[in-house]
């Protein structure tokens, strides 16, 4: 099963990124979204779509239709700048699959 | 306080074997629904699944690189091994250990990653 981000997302402080991640027929499956900044341990940011874990700030949203989940981060700020990665269950190969990660830029 | 931690070689020579081990605490490992996996993250490139252990034993590998993993569990000292047979220098990254829990799992606490270099 193959996830497919863009590489990279600008977005200025205050505004609002999206970050999209393909797959086929994705709504069939839950998707997370983790966060990574340099150095540091992987943080996730949503799961089962659209839950946020307890510490996360409501800026962070998710979204799953159709072949595309949407992470969605309202408000941004210069410390949200990291790679996201969104994340699947495959059922077929019983194994998590990663899509190939988004930078986000902050400008 | 839930905490992993990653520890092994930093360096290793091609064809070697790689052991891994992630130390956790604040959970237990016989918990249902519980469960420790290992990820990777080759310089510059993205995050990649290699296994995962379960609660009740069953295990799970990265179809690509299923014949070169195994991966296992000390419950008594609260640890989950990786070996990764055949190193070679494509085979350098940082590699991180993750609590799973849910239903699919989900990695939803993480180590901090050690780094395994493969070179002569």
């Known amino acids: 099963y193959v996830l497919t981000q863009p590489p990279s997302v600008s977005v200025a402080p205050g505004r609002t990124a999206k970050i999209t991640c393909g797959g086929d027929n994705i709504v069939r499956e839950t998707v997370q979204w983790y966060q990574h900044k340099r150095g540091q341990a992987p943080v996730v940011v949503i799961y089962y779509d659209t839950d946020r874990p307890s510490g996360i700030p409501e800026r962070f949203s998710g979204a799953n239709s159709g072949n595309t989940a949407t992470l969605t981060i309202s408000r941004v700020e210069a410390g949200d700048e990291a790679d996201y990665y969104c994340q699947v269950w495959d059922s077929r190969t019983e194994g998590q699959v990663f899509g190939g990660g988004t930078k986000l830029i902050v400008l | 306080q839930l905490t992993l931690k990653e520890s092994g070689p930093a360096l290793v020579k091609p064809t070697q074997t790689l052991t891994l081990t992630c130390t956790f605490s604040g959970f237990a490992l016989t918990s249902s629904g519980v469960a420790v996996g290992w990820i990777r993250q080759p310089p510059g490139k993205a995050l990649e699944w290699l296994a995962l252990i379960s609660w009740d034993d069953e295990e799970f590998y990265n179809p690509s690189l299923k014949n070169r993993l195994t991966i296992a569990k000390d419950t008594s000292k609260n640890q989950v091994i990786l070996t990764v047979t055949n190193m070679d220098p494509v085979d350098t990254a940082t590699y991180y250990c993750?609590?799973?829990?849910?239903?699919?799992?989900?990695?939803?606490?993480w180590g901090t990653g050690t780094s395994v270099t493969v070179s002569s």
């Open positions: 993750a609590r799973n829990t849910g239903t699919p799992y989900y990695m939803d606490v």
